[in-house]
């Protein structure tokens, strides 16, 4: 077993990145000796991150009993009452460290799965088993699971909720190796920081979201209700989500957080197979996939939730909203994601349908998004935000965020905490009436100005373009320095030309004017 501490600032990374080794340097579709594919290399790594927190969770509360002399160490009562999983003696992680580097350490880690699972009704067909394979190896298997073992668990404030940021950190670096297929089960933390921080959940609500993926809606809500001096435990979740990988990787999430989730007995597609049929919440979350073709409309045609009119069968963008609106509380708000498209479109009914919407005043605001903010996709998105009892009865909020955040890096844009209060704050300002147009940052319209724009909620329509400074230099001034400038350029545009010219000559090589016609 490894010796040492890596729970240091960073560690997050340290995992990740010691882990990699044994994805190795493979397409994600192919097998080679000794390594595993993208989606199977999810498996193993959040996998044993739920192993050690939950074997972990498990040993601190054994020795309190033990202390405590009674002889509940083995009653599954005893550990139940404190949403604490029973791991039987095999499928301990001193068992599991200390077997690390033999050749049975796959079947070892396997049968602990399966152990805990029986151990666990609610974990049952959700843990992953696949560390037998031929194709890991055992070796590195070993490695990673030292790493694991050398965590500092001590209950001590940096280091409470390590795993529990491991395993976030994970999903999101899975997210951005796996592209595409990563937008399925991960949300940028910024925008999901975004709507919980325009929405605001508060202790003992319920909240909701049905195309869930890995739980980071979840996450959010019960960090901010913590934040704010709530108790981060009373708070009612159901999700649903269709994809069976995905909704394991959601409940093994929510375990480690300590978030009793209520996410079905299984994986099931929430528009055929609604697993929350009578659930009123009081916050919905969601961040639907884009323009979901082939959903399934003509089997739904005469569906209780079409309020406001039947979806289109070629795109979902409206089913999702109406569902949504059906499972709200008389006071519930809804905060999602949707391509821009939405905002406009007037195909297939898709139009009337967002006129009844916002005749009904349930629109309370749309956000604007920047472009790559998203691993998976470059397209424009859309916060919009739904209230069943506006504060401002019959006033929208319009946002273009358009140019707010930075880049990390040459693809990924993200925002900053300033960036995401300054939203908050706006739509806190909006609501009790204070809130001042800003010209191109934000508006407030009412129901006849939208009726204006033909009922489109694009921002910019509203927010109007933003106010330059006059630098008060006069226009001829102006133009005589620009023209110059100019000048100077095309200057320099011809001497970079003829020297091209020069250097392709030199090796037998000669451009042709553009002859005019």
Not at 94 to 99: G, V
Not at 163 to 169: A, D, P, S
């Amino acid at each position: 077993m490894a010796n040492g501490n890596n729970a240091t600032i960073g560690f997050e990374k340290q995992i990740w990145d010691a882990a990699c080794v044994l994805r190795g340097n493979i397409d994600a579709s192919e097998y080679k000796s000794g390594h595993i594919p993208a989606a199977e290399y999810r498996k193993v790594i959040v996998g044993l991150i739920f192993l050690r927190y939950i074997s972990n969770a498990f040993e601190k509360r054994y020795q309190e009993l033990v202390a405590e002399g009674d002889g509940f160490e083995d009653d599954r009562d005893a550990y139940a009452e404190d949403n604490i999983f029973f791991v039987p003696e095999d499928a301990r992680w001193s068992k599991i460290a200390s077997s690390a580097h033999t050749p049975e350490i796959g079947t070892l880690i396997d049968n602990a799965m399966r152990a805990i699972e029986a151990e666990n009704k609610s974990l049952k067909n959700v843990l992953p088993k696949n560390y037998a394979s031929p194709d890991l190896d055992k070796r590195v298997l070993g490695d990673v699971v030292d790493l694991f073992t050398n965590m500092d668990m001590s209950d001590t404030k940096e280091n409470k909720d390590l795993l529990g940021k491991t395993y976030q950190y994970c999903i999101q670096q899975f997210a951005a190796y796996e592209g595409v297929k990563g937008g399925e089960f991960y949300t940028p933390e910024s925008i999901v920081k975004t709507i919980v921080a325009i929405l605001k959940p508060y202790e003992n609500c319920r909240v909701y979201d049905p195309c869930c993926g890995s739980g980071g809606m979840f996450v959010q809500s019960a960090d901010f209700i913590e934040a704010h001096r709530g108790n981060r435990g009373k708070i009612s979740v159901y999700g649903q989500e269709s994809n069976a990988d995905t909704w394991k990787m959601a409940k093994m999430n929510m375990a480690i957080r300590g978030i009793d989730a209520n996410f079905g007995p299984y994986q099931a597609d929430t528009f055929f197979n609604d697993l929350h049929p009578t659930l009123k919440a009081d916050f919905i979350m969601a961040n639907p996939p884009f323009n979901l073709s082939n959903w399934g409309q003509e089997k739904l045609k005469d569906d209780v939730r079409w309020q406001f009119g039947t979806p289109p069968a070629g795109n979902a963008n409206y089913a999702w909203i109406q569902h949504m609106i059906h499972h709200l509380a008389p006071n519930g708000k809804i905060g999602l994601v949707l391509a821009n498209g939405a905002l406009s479109t007037q195909t297939s009914g898709e139009g009337e349908i967002r006129k009844r919407i916002i005749q009904a005043d349930l629109v309370e605001g749309i956000v604007a998004l920047p472009t790559q903010l998203f691993y998976s996709v470059t397209i424009p998105v859309t916060l919009w935000f739904i209230s069943k009892n506006k504060k401002q009865k019959g006033k929208t909020l319009f946002i273009d965020a358009r140019k707010m955040g930075h880049m990390v890096d040459k693809k990924h844009r993200d925002f900053t905490d300033e960036d995401i209060q300054k939203l908050a704050d706006t739509f806190e300002a909006f609501q009790e009436g204070t809130l001042e147009d800003v010209k191109g940052f934000c508006a407030v319209a009412d129901l006849p100005a939208i009726e204006k724009q033909d009922f489109i909620l694009t921002p910019g329509r509203y927010v109007g373009i933003e106010e330059v400074e006059d630098d008060d230099e006069p226009f001829e001034e102006k133009m005589t320095r620009l023209t110059s400038e100019l000048s100077e350029m095309f200057k320099k545009s011809h001497e970079l030309e003829d020297e091209i010219r020069k250097k392709l000559g030199a090796i037998g090589f000669t451009m042709k004017d553009e002859e005019c016609e």
